[in-house]
T-cell receptor, first 109, second 112 residues
Framework: GIQVEQSPPDLILQEGANSTLRCNFS?????LQWFHQNPWGQLINLFY???GTKQNGRLSATTVATERYSLLYISSSQTTDSGVYFC???????????FGSGTKLNVKP | DSGVTQTPKHLITATGQRVTLRCSPR?????VYWYQQSLDQGLQFLIQ???????AKGNILERFSAQQFPDLHSELNLSSLELGDSALYFC???????????FGQGTRLTVV
């Protein structure tokens, strides 16, 4: 099956710092999404981005489908950004979703 | 609020028991997905339904089964529960196969 690798696995930032999270995938995909899992376990949609670049406030994402990677940028990080960030890719006729193992972000005040 | 509703939020049950988790997708969404998130396995795809029909299967145990009803809500049945089945179970829905998927808040199952 498809491999979805996220890096780094853990990240500690000081509030106000910027960061880049990476997602590599091993095969062509129908779509790609980034999620933030908050400390209460809720999965929050950040971006639906099968290709191209999108921005939403302090967050932006870029997917280069031909090179099989996606990047999530977090600027001016805040303590509320803490949690686990997941990349998920959809493959096949019925878009089976596969998740990466996540990047655990801890933003310190 | 994603619009996907899962009940119950928490469930504690004993080994050997059977439970049913319920998911109501967003209005208009035909696809429903089930995922299991345990500490050592990450988020694992279990099964997908589209408009009442099973479309894809992942790492779903034979003790687990699911269905999607005509009103598009879905149920995940877990039987002969074991301690290792303790996990967060998520349901997600999307309007079509390649559209954005939205996740419910999950059901936290604890097997004691």
């Amino acid at each position: 099956g498809i491999q979805v690798e996220q890096s780094p696995p853990d990240l500690i930032l000081q509030e106000g710092a910027n960061s880049t999270l990476r997602c590599n995938f091993s095969d062509s995909v129908n779509n790609l999404q980034w999620f933030h899992q908050n400390p209460w376990g809720q999965l929050i949609n950040l971006f639906y981005i099968p290709s191209g670049t999108k921005q939403n406030g302090r967050l932006s994402a870029t997917t280069v489908a031909t090179e099989r990677y996606s990047l999530l940028y977090i600027s001016s990080s805040q303590t509320t950004d803490s949690g686990v960030y997941f990349c998920a890719v959809g493959i096949g006729n019925f878009n089976k979703f596969y998740f990466g193992s996540g990047t655990k972000l801890n933003v310190k005040p | 609020d994603s619009g996907v509703t899962q009940t119950p939020k928490h469930l504690i049950t004993a080994t050997g028991q059977r439970v049913t988790l319920r998911c109501s997708p967003r209005s208009g969404d035909l696809s429903v997905y089930w995922y299991q998130q345990s500490l050592d396995q990450g988020l694992q795809f279990l099964i997908q339904y589209y408009n009442g029909e099973e479309r894809a299967k992942g790492n779903i145990l034979e003790r687990f089964s699911a269905q999607q009803f005509p009103d598009l809500h879905s149920e995940l049945n877990l039987s002969s529960l074991e301690l290792g089945d303790s996990a967060l179970y998520f349901c997600a829905s999307s309007v079509r196969r390649d559209a954005e998927a939205f996740f419910g808040q999950g059901t936290r199952l604890t097997v004691v």
